[in-house]
């Protein structure tokens, strides 16, 4: 697989319309053996409650199409085992699922699908992002086309899901790499978005696999930004610890100094001085 390079020592999360989860798990192996991801958010499963879906050292949360026979939609998010999660409840007639999961500290993943043709009210995605505790990441096909996400029009869709990030003070992780390849017209489209929180946004790194791993969409990897150095913490002073009688002893403390009932006067003259 030609993939883009990644610090793979940085906590992952993948995200890929698989067009079908059952054809495609040896792909979905790959990536996995290529990034390690913490999370996977797939969208278009198409899978339905007697399918089961077990990939190991995975755990995994489904929303599954209603009957066998539409082969269409179906989310569904893996969870390493290496690391505690938990899943979300969402109260949501959206395509959506959610896991709550510690990597470097505790965060909420969410995987949607949109599909194309669906009439999504604004009140149903605003709603659904009411119930993500933060700091969260909202992976998945939102199928919408917007100028702000590289696409080279925008449509309806696009315009909701810019109100959506709007009204929701939420930020776009996406550059204007294509992610969509539509087979028919052999043109590429964004459709696929990564979405945080505002406190994750400096934080987050986002790049598009560059092998298509037999799907019309390229996976998505968001992974935490490598410092380049450790990481550095506010300083904590013990003060029980100080040696007071010599702090005493080596300061230029003036008895006037410390004699006033007001330290905060005492200070502004010191400065005057």
Known sequence: MALAPLNLNQP???????????????DLKGLINVFNPVCIGLQETFLSSNNP??????????????????????????TSNLYPSTPLPLHTSLQAVAVQVHART??????????????ISQQDIDTLVDQLPTPFILL?????????????????????????????????LNNDEKKYFHEPTHTFH????????????????????????????????VSYADSGCAIQYPPRYLFQR????????????????????????????????
Request: charged share 15%; with cysteine.
């Open 242 to 273: 100080a040696d007071w009688g010599n702090f005493m002893q080596l300061a230029d403390i003036a008895e006037c100094m410390v004699s006033t009932a007001d330290i905060t006067e005492e200070y502004k003259m010191s400065l005057i001085v």
């Open 140 to 172: 998945g096909d939102f199928n919408g086309h917007s100028t702000l996400w590289g696409s080279d029009v925008t449509n309806s869709r696009g315009r909701q899901i810019e109100r959506f990030i709007s009204n929701n003070c939420l930020c776009l």
């Open 53 to 78: 879906l077990k990939l190991r050292g995975y755990n995994s949360v489904r929303k599954d199409t209603a009957t066998v026979s539409n082969h269409s939609g179906g989310v569904c998010i893996l």
């Open 106 to 119: 505790l965060v909420t993943v969410c995987s949607v699908y949109l599909p194309p043709h669906d009439v």
């Open 190 to 221: 964004s459709l696929d978005l990564a979405i945080c929180s505002p406190t994750l946004l400096p934080l987050l790194n986002f790049t598009v696999g560059k092998d298509i791993c037999n799907s019309d969409h390229f996976p998505i990897i």
């Open 12 to 26: 992952t999360n993948l995200s890929w319309n698989c067009l079908g989860i059952r054809s495609e798990l040896q």
